[in-house]
């Protein structure tokens, strides 16, 4: 039974959400430690006698717009493919798709890495070393002992001052001396020293992704600021001797928004230079914690643990030794990564490597983009129920881009109404279908990119939003969706096709391996969220009656989930051989998660065959097991109910799929990559997988702790977020709930559930209530 009564006293204050730290400097990119402001990252690896800050920026990618990307066969031979498709003539249906209905990428590109900061010290046998991110406050700090002086270094990068912003002092006067440099550009630029620093002029151009002459124009200015000692300018580096401290102040423009990136960066710093170290200190951590301190996790923790060193905690989880407060750390971190790489104010989303680009992605077959078949959805999982919804607002702007480029694919591609994207695209929004099958036909990839804006207002209620951004976004693929979906043959049902089920193949009847289909279940997922979204938004808005009928009968004509023979959920419309059993994409159980059309309480069966469908896949010989995977596994059992599976998912990303920093990659040997390559997604993924295991909410329900596992059997968490509106903090004890405090937005009747037990109650604005089981 839960009790509720009216809540009494303040809100209990956020914990520090902790920090990583490290006893000896990084000698790899898989060791230092991130920064950002949302468009200017930084590596910094705190070495002495030499420092290294890898620098990236969003913006800084090759390539530009292009209107040549579409095939001009395409929409001619669409019905000849859905003709085939319906026939079973999927061999042929395979070869004409491949002949007709790809995109090319002229001038497609890539975000690319820009040069490195170097600093060279006179110090060496450094002891007593410490390095350290801390969470709460944004800032990696480097403390050690050299030559009988202590030194430390302060590195952060100030959102509200647009800069990287590097403090060194000693506890002896004098003592501060280095060369400064900009080394290692991956494209064609030139670095100088300055008066008062450095600088470099080049452009991000590469041959790779892009036609090896377009790209943005990128200027680096690093200012240095001493007190005291003496200074000295070469041709392409700078040199400080006997100073008592120095700041180095550094800043990054880009003319990808038809800006001067000169009068950018000298904007900029001198903005900076003005505010001095302390005044850019200050207001970095007054705003990133402001972030940061909204939510705090307490999963228990293990004293033998505590005192170690983030690595050494890692290698421990890894032989198998419990650290839940490693855990909880991972949780934060992932919420730390995205207000470092995505605030209000980010000209882009998050790509594929978040905002820290380790030159790797952009210089295999996929490059540093956007993929709209997972990673960029999963980039942004954990941002509205770790109450970090404004850093979601880049990805919507990037929608209303999309909606405006995808017009033109729709049209010309499908004589459709509307908008649509596929599988991949770039900083200018491109929307063609990639260039290979298996993957370039994802024809619902926008479509599932849009149900976020819907996820936005079930979160925050904003009607404006819905109005200005939303709406006319959801409107557009959804008209989109009316006059892609066909009538299949056998039972008049509406499917999308042809498309394909991203990234997998099935063996076709007579043998084939395909991967063209018509009604592949990822499409009848997403085009049921899209039109359900919009449907709702409509109503919310009374607008376009007539648009409302015409999807409420679309919908009850799509094609129904199916059980196939292995008792598994088909991925296809039919019951095929999967061509590899082991392969990493489950796009079908999107139903499960991030959808909610199967649940083990609402549909029973289709969660048991959804359940058979994670066991086959994990099962299979060779399981592509990568970082997103675990993070996806990890979600689908907290739907299940199931916490200690969710757990073991969630550690495996730790432990097998995140390296000695915390950052999550994808495992060298899976799709082509030739070595572990940085994907932002686990990070989310796993903050999320979290969130999910603790608080639940479909817009009517409001569940605690719904998959608790056995190995947390003691702890807290403050400051969740639900659909709804909700802010909820809970506290347990023994595995049973102890108390929950939930905090309404706005007046409003919803049941809340705790195991099996639900109550139904009415919350007033503002005023919180109580609830504890008995």
């Not at 076709?508 to 049921?528: K, L, W």
Request: overall charge negative.
């Amino acid at each position: 039974m839960l009790i509720a009564s009216p809540a009494t006293g303040p809100r209990s204050p956020a914990a520090p959400a902790g920090a990583l730290w490290y006893d000896r400097p990084a000698e790899r990119w898989f060791e230092a430690l991130p920064i950002g402001n949302g468009r200017l990252g930084g590596m910094v690896y705190g070495g002495s006698p030499a420092e290294r800050i890898d620098l990236s920026e969003s913006t800084a990618w090759s390539g530009g717009p292009s209107a040549v990307d579409l095939s001009p066969t395409a929409r001619d031979t669409l019905p000849s493919v859905r003709k085939l498709l319906f026939a079973g003539e999927y061999a042929r249906a395979q070869q004409l798709a491949g002949e007709h209905l790809l995109g090319t990428r002229a001038s497609f590109g890539t975000n690319l890495p820009l040069p490195s900061v170097h600093l060279s010290f006179n110090d060496a046998g450094a002891t007593a070393y410490r390095r350290s991110l801390d969470l709460d406050q944004g800032v990696v700090s480097v403390a050690y002992d050299a030559g009988g002086v202590h030194f430390v270094r302060e590195t952060l990068a100030s959102h509200p001052h647009g800069v990287i912003a590097l403090r060194m002092t000693a506890d002896q006067p004098g003592a501060v001396s280095f060369r400064l440099g900009l080394d290692g550009s991956v494209f064609p630029g030139r670095a100088t020293g300055t008066d008062t620093g450095v600088a470099f002029s080049g452009r991000a151009v590469e041959s790779l992704h892009s036609d090896g002459r377009t790209g943005t124009a990128v200027e680096i200015r690093v200012h240095v600021e001493t007190e005291r000692g003496a200074v000295r300018s070469s041709d392409d580096t700078f040199e400080v001797a006997g100073a008592d401290s120095a700041v180095l102040i550094v800043a990054v423009g880009t003319d990808w928004a038809g800006e001067d990136p000169v009068r950018q960066v000298e904007a900029l710093t001198t903005t900076a230079v003005a505010a001095g170290y302390d005044g850019i200190l200050s207001a970095h951590v007054d705003d990133h914690a402001g972030l940061m301190r909204r939510v705090s996790l307490d999963l228990g923790a293990e004293p033998e643990a505590v005192g170690l060193p983030t690595d050494r905690r890692r290698d421990r989880l890894t032989g198998g030794q419990r650290d839940s407060g490693l855990l909880a750390l991972y949780f934060q971190y992932g919420r730390y990564l995205t207000i470092a790489g995505s605030r209000a104010d980010s000209p882009l989303p998050l790509a594929l490597q978040g905002l820290w680009n380790d030159g790797l992605a952009s210089s295999a077959s996929w490059s540093n983009d956007f993929h709209l078949d997972m990673n960029t959805q999963q980039n942004y999982w954990a941002a509205e129920p770790t109450d970090l919804a404004e850093c979601h607002t880049p990805l919507f702007r990037f929608l209303q881009l999309l909606a405006e480029t995808g017009q033109t694919t729709a049209t010309q591609m499908y004589d459709a109404p509307g908008w649509v994207a596929h599988t991949v695209t770039n900083a200018w929004g491109y929307t063609a279908p990639g260039t290979a099958m298996g993957w370039g036909l994802n024809v619902t990839g926008g479509a599932w990119l849009a149900t976020h804006l819907w996820e936005h207002y079930e979160y925050g209620g904003d009607d404006q939003f819905l109005t200005d951004l939303a709406y006319p976004v959801l409107r557009g693929a959804a008209v989109f969706l009316l006059s892609y979906l066909t009538e299949e043959p056998d039972y008049g049902r509406l499917v999308a096709g042809p498309s394909e089920s991203p990234e997998n193949w099935y063996v076709a009847p007579d043998g084939a391996r395909c991967s063209i289909a018509m009604g592949n279940t990822v499409d009848r997922v997403f085009a049921e969220a899209i039109l359900r979204a919009c449907a709702a938004a409509a109503e919310v808005l009374d607008v376009d009656a007539d648009l409302r009928q015409r999807i409420a009968t679309a919908r009850a004509r799509l094609s129904p989930f199916t059980i196939g023979r292995q008792g598994q959920l088909q991925e296809w419309l039919h019951d095929f051989e999967e061509a590899d059993p082991a392969h990493r994409h489950t796009s079908h159980l999107c139903a499960l998660f991030p959808e909610r059309q199967i649940a083990p309480r609402t549909t029973p069966e289709l969660a048991r065959a959804a359940e058979v469908t994670i066991a086959r896949r994990q099962s299979a010989p060779g399981w592509e097991q990568t970082e997103w995977v675990e993070a996806n596994f990890a979600l689908f059992h907290a739907r299940l109910l199931h916490g200690d599976q969710a757990l073991a998912h969630l550690t495996s990303l730790v432990t097998d799929a995140s390296e000695a920093n915390l950052m999550s990659y994808s495992v060298g040997g899976v799709a082509g990559a030739a070595q572990n390559i940085y994907s932002f997604d686990g990070n989310a993924g796993g903050t999320a997988a979290i969130a999910e295991m603790l608080l639940q909410s479909d817009g009517n329900e409001l569940e605690l702790l719904p998959a608790l596992p056995a190995s947390w059997p003691n702890g807290s968490v403050r400051g969740l977020r639900t659909r709804g509106g909700f802010t909820v903090d809970i506290t347990w004890q023994n595995r049973r709930l102890q108390h929950a405090r939930i905090h309404p937005s706005r007046t409003t009747t919803h049941r809340i559930r705790y195991g099996e037990t639900t109550t139904e109650l009415t919350f007033t604005e503002q005023e919180p209530l109580s609830l504890s089981a008995t």
